[in-house]
C-alpha cells in the first residue's frame, strides 16, 4: 500500500525557517518522481518544487531561491527546506508521487505570521 507521510509544519513569523519532511512507502522510491505542492484557502493546489524530466529542481517563481527541495533514496524521504517565510507561504503543504502511483500525502499545515 503507497502511504506518504508529511511533517514539520507548525507556526512560524515571516523570515523565519521550516523543514518538511515526506517519508514513503510502498513504493520504488525515485527522488525525481517526487514533489511538493500547496494549497492556500481559497486558491488552487499549485506546485512548489519538483524535478525536471531530465533530473534539475524545479521551483514555483514565488519561493525559487528561498525553498529547497531533496532527498535521500536510501530513506525513501523527500525534503523540503522552507526559508525566509513569508505570510503568504501559509499554506497546506502536500507531498506527491507521480507515475506510476500518483499517490498523495495528507498535507501539513504551514502558518506564517507577519
Known amino acids: 500500500q503507497v502511504q506518504l507521510v508529511e511533517s514539520g509544519g507548525g507556526l512560524v513569523q515571516a523570515g523565519g525557517s521550516l523543514r518538511l519532511t515526506c517519508s514513503a512507502s510502498?513504493?520504488?522510491?525515485?527522488?525525481?518522481?517526487m514533489a511538493w505542492y500547496r494549497q492556500a484557502p481559497g486558491k488552487q493546489r499549485e506546485l512548489v518544487a519538483g524535478f525536471t524530466s531530465g533530473g534539475r529542481t524545479n521551483y514555483a517563481d514565488s519561493v525559487r531561491g528561498r525553498f529547497t527541495i531533496s532527498g535521500d533514496n536510501a530513506k525513501n524521504t523527500v525534503y523540503l527546506q522552507m526559508n525566509s517565510l513569508k505570510p503568504e507561504d501559509t499554506a497546506i503543504y502536500y507531498c506527491?508521487?507521480?507515475?506510476?502511483?500518483?499517490?498523495w500525502g495528507q498535507g501539513t499545515q504551514v502558518t506564517v505570521s507577519s
Open positions: 510502498g513504493i520504488l522510491f525515485r527522488i525525481n518522481a
Open positions: 506527491n508521487v507521480g507515475w506510476p502511483y500518483n499517490k
